[in-house]
C-alpha cells in the first residue's frame, strides 16, 4: 500500500519568508499529488494538483508544487508567506491511472507564521 | 452555494453503543467519501460511494459501514464503538468518482468521542 511522509511537522516562518514544505510517497506506479490546506477553524480545501503535464503546478493564493518522479516528492512552496497562511498542510496521494478518490494522507504540517 | 453539511457536528457515545453521521453532499455531486481523522494523524479513507454504489473500501473493520440515498446523501454507521474509533469523521463530495476535473469537496467533520 502506498505511504506519504511529511517530515516537517511544526513549521514556523516569519512574514514575508520563503516556504518549502517537503512531501515524498512511496508507490513505484502512477500516482496523482494533491496538497490540501486546513486553516483554523475551517475545512480541508484543495490547494493544488497533479495528474499529468507539467510538473510544477501552480495553485490558489501564490502556492505552486514541483512533482519529481525519481525522488517521489511533491514539496509545497510560496515564495512570500503571509500571516493568513497559518494553517495546517496535507499532501495526498491517489492511484493514478483511474483518478478514484481513495486518498492516502500524509500527517500533516502545521504552520505558523508570526508577524 | 452551500458546501457540504456533516451532522451532528459533535457526539459523545459510549463504548459498545452504535453511532450513525451524516452528510449531505454539495447539490449536484454523486459521489460521497468519508474519512477517519485521528488527532495528530492525516485522514484515513474509510469508503468512497458513487450513484449508490460502493466503490471502495479502506482498511477498517466491518463494524463500519455505509450507504448512499437516492438524493446522494450518506451515513455512515459505526458498530460496537471502541475507544480508538474517537476521531473527527470527514465527508467529501465530488461531482464524478474520479478524474482531474472532479476535486473532492470536504465538510466540517463530526467529531466523535468514545468514553
Known amino acids: 500500500a502506498q505511504s506519504v511522509s511529511q517530515h516537517n511537522h511544526h513549521v514556523i516562518l516569519s512574514e514575508a519568508a520563503s516556504l518549502e514544505l517537503g512531501c515524498n510517497y512511496s508507490?513505484?506506479?502512477?500516482?496523482?499529488l494533491f496538497w490540501y490546506v486546513q486553516y483554523p477553524g475551517q475545512h480541508l480545501q484543495l490547494l493544488l494538483k497533479?495528474?499529468?503535464?507539467?510538473?510544477l503546478v501552480k495553485g490558489i493564493k501564490g502556492f505552486e508544487a514541483e512533482f519529481i518522479k525519481s525522488k517521489f516528492s511533491f514539496n509545497l512552496r510560496k515564495p512570500s508567506v503571509q500571516w493568513s497562511d497559518t494553517a495546517e498542510y496535507f499532501c495526498?496521494?491517489?492511484?493514478?491511472?483511474?483518478?478514484?478518490?481513495?486518498?492516502?494522507f500524509g500527517s500533516g504540517t502545521r504552520l505558523q507564521v508570526q508577524p | 452555494d452551500a458546501g457540504v453539511t456533516q451532522s451532528p457536528t459533535h457526539l459523545i457515545k459510549t463504548r459498545g453503543q452504535h453511532v450513525t453521521l451524516r452528510c449531505s453532499p454539495i447539490?449536484?455531486?454523486?459521489?460521497v467519501s468519508w474519512y477517519q481523522q485521528v488527532l495528530g494523524q492525516g485522514p484515513q479513507f474509510i469508503f468512497q460511494?458513487?450513484?449508490?454504489?460502493?466503490?471502495g473500501r479502506g482498511n477498517f473493520p466491518d463494524r463500519f459501514s455505509a450507504r448512499q440515498f437516492p438524493n446522494y446523501s450518506s451515513e455512515l454507521n459505526v458498530n460496537a464503538l471502541l475507544l480508538g474509533d474517537s476521531a473527527l469523521y470527514l465527508c467529501?463530495?465530488?461531482?464524478?468518482?474520479?478524474?482531474?476535473?472532479?476535486?473532492?469537496?470536504f465538510g466540517n467533520g463530526t467529531r466523535l468521542t468514545v468514553t
Open positions: 467529501a463530495s465530488s461531482t464524478r468518482d474520479r478524474g482531474p476535473d472532479s476535486p473532492l469537496h
Open positions: 508507490y513505484g506506479g502512477t500516482v496523482n
Open positions: 497533479y495528474f499529468s503535464g507539467d510538473p
Open positions: 495526498a496521494v491517489s492511484l493514478g491511472g483511474t483518478g478514484r478518490r481513495a486518498l492516502t
Open positions: 447539490s449536484g455531486h454523486k459521489s
Open positions: 460511494y458513487y450513484e449508490k454504489e460502493e466503490r
